[in-house]
């Protein structure tokens, strides 16, 4: 019977996990927070909608903080409707709301506003970003276009 248990939540697991990595994609992005910030991470797309969907990651930021290299964890989400991209991302120095475009959850196109968080205030102000997604193909992590 432990058997019977064991192959069966074996094959649960290898289920979910071939869902789970069928709406995930690499992202890697430029953004200026008052600063030059690369990003590279992983995103997951929730919703089935092409009209409407949540997105969320960890991601890691590089940048030069007083001549030295910085690697900086950073947690984002981002809801989007009809192509309009509302979000959040929040590291150790700043919580940054942002809006923006999406083109098929391929490319997001942003801007924000960072709040620093910390005594060390290395991201504050307007930001702007461009994000590139990078899925496998046929993944269900893109939007498909309708033609009329």
Same mark, same amino acid.
Do not use: C, W
């Given at each position: 019977?432990?058997?019977? $248990? ?16 069928? !709406?995930?994609?690499? *992202? ?5 927070? &008052? ?11 929730? &919703? ?9 990651? %960890? ?18 989400? *981002?809801? @989007?409707? *009809? ?11 700043? @919580?940054? %709301? ?5 083109? $098929? ?6 801007? &924000?506003?960072?709040? %620093? ?6 991201? !504050?102000?307007?930001?702007? &970003?461009?994000? $590139?997604?990078?899925? %496998?193909?046929h993944s269900k992590f893109y939007d ?5």
């Amino acid at each position: 019977m432990r058997k019977y $248990f064991a192959v069966t939540f074996l094959l649960s697991i290898m289920m979910a996990n071939a869902q789970i990595l069928d !709406k995930t994609a690499v *992202n890697l992005a430029y953004r200026y927070t &008052g600063r030059n910030v690369l990003q590279a991470g992983l995103e997951f797309r929730f &919703g089935e909608s092409n009209y409407k969907s949540v997105i969320i990651g %960890p991601s890691i930021l590089y940048t030069r903080i007083n001549e030295t290299n910085k690697f900086i964890p950073e947690a984002n989400i *981002n809801y @989007i409707n *009809n192509g309009l991209l509302y979000g959040a991302s929040i590291n150790p120095y700043a @919580i940054e %709301p942002r809006i923006g475009i999406s083109l $098929f959850n391929l490319l997001f196109l942003n801007t &924000g506003y960072a709040f %620093p968080i910390h005594k060390e205030k290395y991201f !504050k102000g307007i930001t702007v &970003g461009v994000q $590139f997604n990078i899925a %496998p193909n046929h993944s269900k992590f893109y939007d498909k276009m309708k033609v009329m």
